[in-house]
């Protein structure tokens, strides 16, 4: 149980380009779920959080008109790089949270990632 | 930034060998968590322990917490090539809160 897919897995585009990154929950509903930026050997940076039915929650210094979020649907979000440039090369990771979660904690489901290469 | 800081940065160890990370935090958490990334893919969800917990046990893992010292270890027991991955720490300031602030991350390597 508890699995969050990502599709695709990798993609290479030129500069200039809008790419879109699907997360979906796979077997189990999700209200939030959470875009991760990572850079290579370093560590995850939470980019926006994602809400079923109403407007993204960026991070301080997150684009939004550059990092489009979607929120459709209980089982996926789809965040759009538009206008990708070289520097937008990463890897993006989403991550989801059980709508049936209660209580203190926090566990969230991540997905495979997705590797983003902008030539 | 409530971002934690790992020790250390990588670790190269023998298998059979005991590896130990350190997860150092700067302000008061809801719940600390240890999650595993082999290179390139995504993150598995290995334990977590509550602020009002100081050492929790699963299988080869054992992780103890420190709230006076903000700081948290995760030790491997016995370990084997296939723990080689990197290991991150991350922490939320409150029950329910969406954030979880990511450590630096270890990055270790399991010699067969």
């Known amino acids: 149980g508890a699995v969050v897919s990502q599709h695709p897995s990798r993609v290479i585009c030129k500069s200039g380009t809008s790419v879109k990154i699907e997360c979906r929950s796979l077997d189990f509903q999700a209200t939030t779920m959470f875009w991760y930026r990572q850079f290579p050997k370093k560590s995850l940076m939470l980019m926006a959080t994602?809400?079923?039915?109403?407007?993204?929650?960026?991070e301080q210094g997150v684009e939004k008109d550059k990092f489009l979020i979607n929120h459709a649907s209980l089982t996926l979000s789809t965040l759009t790089v538009t206008s990708a440039h070289p520097e937008d090369s990463s890897f993006y990771i989403c991550?989801?949270?059980?709508?049936?979660?209660?209580?203190?904690?926090?566990?969230?489901?991540f997905g495979p990632g997705t590797r983003l290469t902008v030539l | 930034s409530q971002q934690g800081e790992e020790d250390p940065q990588a670790l190269s160890i023998q298998e059979g060998e005991n590896a130990t990370m350190n997860c150092s935090y700067k302000t008061s958490i809801n719940n600390l968590q240890w999650y595993r990334q082999n290179s390139g893919r995504g993150l598995v969800h290995l334990i977590l322990i509550r602020s009002n917990e100081r050492e929790k046990h699963s299988g080869r893992l054992r992780v103890t917490l420190d709230t006076s010292k903000k700081s948290s270890s995760l030790l491997i027991t016995a370990s084997r090539a296939a723990d080689t991955a990197s290991y991150f720490c991350?922490?939320?300031?409150?029950?329910?809160?969406?954030?979880?602030?990511f450590g630096t991350g270890t990055r270790l390597t399991v010699i067969p």
């Open positions: 994602s809400n079923e039915g109403s407007k993204a929650t960026y």
């Open positions: 991350a922490t939320d300031d409150r029950p329910g809160a969406n954030n979880l602030f």
């Open positions: 991550s989801a949270r059980d709508i049936r979660a209660s209580g203190p904690y926090n566990e969230q489901f």
